[in-house]
């Protein structure tokens, strides 16, 4: 039995918008699915996590370790500096705006597949953390890079229906 057979009827408006976002998409399957690792990953469900990490290496193939890679790296970085950018924007002190970060992220530069499905899976970690300095910086590198918009906002439909499946998943009996 997969962890999504284990919601309850109250989740199933979720379960199928997951499998209609997963299946008729703007989006290439890697991006699609990254997206949503690393949605899951920023959602903290680990039944989620496993769910869609054997979804990703089974649709892939082999390009899938790649895309799971850079899926959990983008969620860990951006669970980090998603706070301190967040911090600074709701302060909203010029003062801290001029303290530098000094906080280390060279995966960003160095990714296991294409850049732009990287900066695609830190969009969705950066909406689902709610921080709107890093929407902001990774949607204009995205659309700098030949995404649409429509493929940027399918990446945002993607990482609310995992992050609403993960609320379902944590409220489970």
């Known amino acids: 039995m997969t962890a999504l057979e284990t919601l309850p009827g109250y989740a199933r408006d979720l379960k199928l918008n997951l499998q209609a976002v997963l299946a008729d998409s703007p989006l290439e399957p890697a991006q699609r699915l990254g997206t949503a690792l ?7 469900n680990p039944d989620l996590v496993r769910e ?4 990703v290496l089974e649709a892939l193939g082999t390009a899938g370790e790649a895309t799971a890679e850079d899926a959990l790296a983008a969620a860990a970085l951006m669970g980090m500096t998603n706070v301190v950018y967040r911090f600074r924007h709701l302060v909203g002190k010029e003062g801290y705006a001029q303290l530098p970060v000094r906080l280390r992220m060279n995966r960003i530069a160095r990714t296991a597949g294409p850049k732009l499905d990287f900066e695609l899976f ?3 970690v950066s909406a689902v953390n709610g921080c709107e300095t890093c929407v902001r910086a990774h949607e204009a590198v995205l659309v700098e890079g030949g995404l649409s918009e429509a493929q940027v906002f399918e990446a945002a439909r993607i990482a609310a229906t995992v992050h609403g499946l993960a609320v379902a998943f944590d409220a489970r009996d």
Do not use: N
């Open 122 to 124: 830190c969009l969705a």
């Open 38 to 44: 690393a949605a899951a990953a920023a959602s903290r």
């Open 52 to 55: 869609l990490r054997g979804q």
